[in-house]
């Protein structure tokens, strides 16, 4: 498990260790990291050039104080001080080591820099960077040189990975002590590039994370695995609704999730043309014509997952109840998330559910507009974990699973080649398959999260190692390959 926390987190767990070691000491941990992986990224430190963006707090202390390492191995530093006050131990260490200081905005020693360290602002930082850190930030993105950033990109809300304006832009983010929430979410977490951890000793004083991201390892502890005397019904049967006679496609797909996740039985139930697709692309399933909301008569299932292309219509919406009136767990995706959207009094039950929306989907839910969502998905799958009472799993760039008093789990895989049509279908029936096998809708919705991305990763890896498009099917098509090489 990797894990994340606040800004307010760090903060109180360096105090606790701050109180066990000399003053100054944990600044050093940090800065002589920093500067060991600055070092290692120039072809040379001799005679390189290096440009320290200084700002007022303790995170510029740590760019300069990296910066006078660098000087001392003969680089040639530059400082510019950005800030209406400078770390004063740093600026004399740099100084002594020979390094140079400059009054912003220098942005021409930006542009000449083999090397940019971005010591703005780190977890002290707050709302949209003023000048002249912003015109700094958008000089560093412009320049030749490397940008690495001190702890957190400035600009990037540690918290939370919100971007208010303009954020540093780099191509290495050495953080200390912990890693933040803000390095894992969009948008902040694109502006990180790699993430390097430096360890100052934190860890004994760190609470229970904010954030967590399932591992490979994670992942295979909570799939299950057949026994000798496992049958079809005890490795799980989902129950799955979804397409309509308009669209049978997403019916496909996500019974290909599915029957490629490993469930024990598919059932599927749905409109006439939805279900012969599914019975010619899948002869494993099996399927009911549904004639009215009659779930009852599709069998016995251990969870249900409700909505990808069924349609809004009233036949749909009685479906929909019908579905959420059983007492198994129900993954709603889709079009069930926009019935659900009417009328959220559905949510009303006593057994698990998991919400699998985009940012367009919760923004219907929660009546904000998506792109807000998108820019504080944190903030908002908590809010839809709070308002709706379910386990959500935020899809997008950054996908986010939150259930009421557990760490947020943001998913570490995929690629942005799965952002294409049907790639969500493929999931529901994935997560589906693992509720079905008896993982919590928390456990279900992040096991189901990761290996799709790792379908989608390497379904489009070439054996060269370069990347393409692919389909949907395909990530349903490289799910066992994936499995087999957890
Ligand atoms: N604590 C520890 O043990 C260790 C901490 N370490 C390091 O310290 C860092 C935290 O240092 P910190 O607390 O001094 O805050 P920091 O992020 O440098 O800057 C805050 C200042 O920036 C300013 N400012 C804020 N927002 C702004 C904006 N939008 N636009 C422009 N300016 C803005 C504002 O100052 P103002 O200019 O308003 O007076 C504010 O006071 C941490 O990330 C890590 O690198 C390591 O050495 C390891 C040990
Ligand atoms: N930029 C991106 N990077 C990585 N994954 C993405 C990106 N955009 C979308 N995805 C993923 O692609 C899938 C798309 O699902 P969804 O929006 O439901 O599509 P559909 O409804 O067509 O099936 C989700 O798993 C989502 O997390
Ligand atoms: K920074």
């Not at 990296?66 to 740093?90: M, N």
């Not at 940008?147 to 600009?155: E, L, N």
């Not at 954020?167 to 002590?177: C, E, H, I, P």
């Not at 760039?397 to 998913?411: C, D, F, H, K, M």
Request: with cysteine; net charge negative.
């Amino acid at each position: 498990m990797r894990t994340a926390y606040t800004s307010e987190q760090i903060r109180t767990a360096e105090h606790a260790l701050m109180a066990t070691v000399a003053e100054g000491e944990l600044m050093r941990r940090a800065a002589t990291g920093l500067a060991v992986v600055c070092a290692g990224l120039l072809p040379g430190v001799y005679g390189s050039r290096v440009a320290l963006l200084v700002g007022s707090g303790d995170n510029g202390g740590d760019a300069l104080y990296a910066g006078a390492r660098l000087a001392r191995r003969g680089a040639r530093v530059e400082a510019i001080l950005a800030g209406s006050r400078t770390h004063e131990g740093g600026l004399a260490a740099l100084r002594e080591a020979g390094g140079r200081t400059v009054e912003p905005p220098g942005h021409e020693v930006v542009e000449r820099a083999d090397l940019i360290v971005d010591g703005l602002v780190g977890i002290g930082g707050a709302g949209e960077l003023r000048e002249p850190y912003r015109g700094l930030a958008l000089a560093a993105e412009r320049a030749p040189g490397l940008v690495v950033a001190v702890d957190v990109p400035s600009g990037v809300d540690a918290s939370s990975g919100q971007v208010a304006g303009v954020a540093v832009r780099a191509q290495l983010t050495v953080t200390f002590g912990a890693c933040k929430n803000g390095l894992l979410i969009d948008p902040g977490k694109s502006h990180c590039g790699r993430v390097e951890l430096v360890d100052i000793g934190l860890g004994p004083y760190l609470p229970d994370p904010d954030v967590a991201s399932l591992t490979d390892e994670d992942v295979a502890d909570l799939l299950p695995t057949p026994e000798a005397e496992s049958d079809k019904y005890r490795r799980g049967v989902i129950g799955i609704v979804a397409g309509s006679d308009r669209f049978t496609g997403a019916a496909v797909l996500s019974v290909g999730g599915a029957v490629r996740a490993g469930a024990g039985l598919v059932r599927f139930a749905g409109a006439e043309a939805a279900a012969r697709q599914v019975r010619n692309s899948w002869p494993e399933a099996i399927t009911t014509v549904l004639d009215g909301p009659s779930v009852a008569e599709v069998g016995r299932v251990q969870a249900w997952v409700l909505g990808p292309g069924m349609g809004t219509g009233p036949e749909a919406e009685a479906l929909a109840r019908a579905v959420l009136a059983t007492d198994v767990p129900v993954l709603v995706d889709a079009d069930g998330l926009t019935l659900l959207a009417r009328d959220r009094s559905m949510l009303r039950r006593s057994a698990p559910t998991v919400l699998t929306p985009h940012a367009g989907e919760l923004s219907r839910l929660l009546e904000v507009p998506s792109d807000r969502i998108e820019a504080a998905r944190l903030e908002h799958v908590r809010r839809a974990v709070d308002e709706l009472g379910t386990v959500v799993l935020l899809k997008g760039s950054t996908t986010l699973i939150a259930e009421e008093g557990r760490p947020v789990r943001v998913n570490a895989t995929g690629t942005p080649w799965l952002a294409t049509g049907g790639t969500g279908d493929v999931l529901s029936g994935i997560a589906g398959t693992l509720l079905a096998a008896g993982l919590s809708g928390y456990d279900a919705a992040s096991a189901a999260a990761h290996l799709h991305g790792l379908a989608a990763q390497a379904a489009s890896t070439g054996k060269s190692g370069g990347h393409g498009p692919i389909a949907a099917m395909d990530v349903a098509q490289t799910l066992p390959q994936v499995i087999r090489s957890l």
